[in-house]
């Protein structure tokens, strides 16, 4: 931790300090005004980074540094070095350990129930193996993807080990982000305080710490889908997805045309996935994971809901398996659904 020196005279004294902050350097970058400030090429966003992530910078540094950066607007270049950092920083996965699919939960669902955890257990039932990493609730009335699969009995993992195990029995995992990089998931907590996201809001959905092949995300904009695939290429993610989903989370809206934005080596290209409800949707008073339950045993049947559950799936295909069109995803969906282990939920 840096540590400012102090002269031992009276506080009403005159003083200058002795030596500037080391990290005062990127704050300056980011802060010289529109003509003087420039963005951060990838080495000097990771060496920034790494050095929030080793606590070598002041609050009052971090606070101005992501300000700054959300004010200004992170690049595609930007984004890589965080990752890069990140990457060095966090809690090694075990060797050898790997998924097919890297799937990030960091919004919470606020409108509709979480439908998306039916995907990720099709998906992981066809024998793909899903890896999902997300964060502890930084927004209230938002129901979390961690506490939504305690709830389902879907598995929930302590650390890599227990990643292990689960993806070798279920082929489906998740793993908090405090529990492999913790003062990541420290930053994220900040909203309250400073009441936006901040740039490390985007550059999780981009960690992908197992390297999975394929990866999907979601964004809550959709002028920032551009931007992670910039720093896909930069990352070098061979196939990766990404669209604007209910609430932030990787849900497909079945009242709404959604645009798929695909990462197929470094080309990109658009899809767009029509609507299967004409209708506006009302918001649930509550998202839950009893009518996920009730769906999956075939108790309560919920067209929206299935709608949901296919789409996302379908989506997620588009990127496990590129030779697939669309029409070729959304059928084997379906059949996974019609096949589906309905004794899996608890």
Known sequence: ???TETLS?????????????????????????????????????????????RDEVDPLQL??????????????????????????AMIQPLPRLSADLDWSSYAGKKHQHPWYLLSMLLLSQAGYKVFVHGGDGHTVGRLYTEQAMH??????????????????????????????????????????????RSPVNTLVRMLNPLRATASIQSVFHPAYAALH??????????????????????????QADTKLQ?????????????????RKVAAVSA?????????????????????????????ALLVLEPQWNLEQCQQYSQRLWQERDQGRLN
């Open 1 to 3: 931790m840096f540590v």
């Open 9 to 53: 005279v009276s506080p009403k004294a005159f003083q200058t300090p002795s030596r500037e902050h080391p990290f005062a350097t990127y704050v300056r970058i980011l802060g010289k005004g529109k003509t003087g400030s420039r963005s951060f090429n990838r080495k000097e966003a990771a060496d920034a980074f790494g050095m929030i992530l």
């Open 63 to 88: 606070g101005a540094f992501l300000m700054l950066l959300r004010v200004k607007e992170e690049t595609g270049e930007e984004l890589a070095g965080f990752v890069d950092a990140c990457r060095t």
């Open 151 to 196: 709830e389902l009995g879907l598995p929930v993992a302590a650390d890599w080990q227990e990643v292990s195990a689960q993806l070798e029995q279920y082929s489906l995992s998740y793993l908090p982000l405090r529990a492999f990089c913790p003062k990541l998931h420290d930053l994220i907590q900040l909203r309250p305080l400073l009441g936006l």
């Open 229 to 254: 695939q910039q720093a896909d290429i930069a990352l070098g993610q061979p196939h990766s997805l990404v669209f604007k989903g209910d609430s932030g989370e990787i849900e497909i809206k079945p």
């Open 262 to 278: 695909i990462l197929q080596g470094n080309v990109c290209s658009e899809l767009v996935m029509s609507r299967s409800v004409q």
């Open 287 to 315: 998202p839950d994971t009893k009518p996920l339950r009730k769906l999956w045993h075939d108790r309560e049947p919920d067209s929206f809901g299935l709608d949901a559950v296919l789409a996302t799936a379908s989506a």
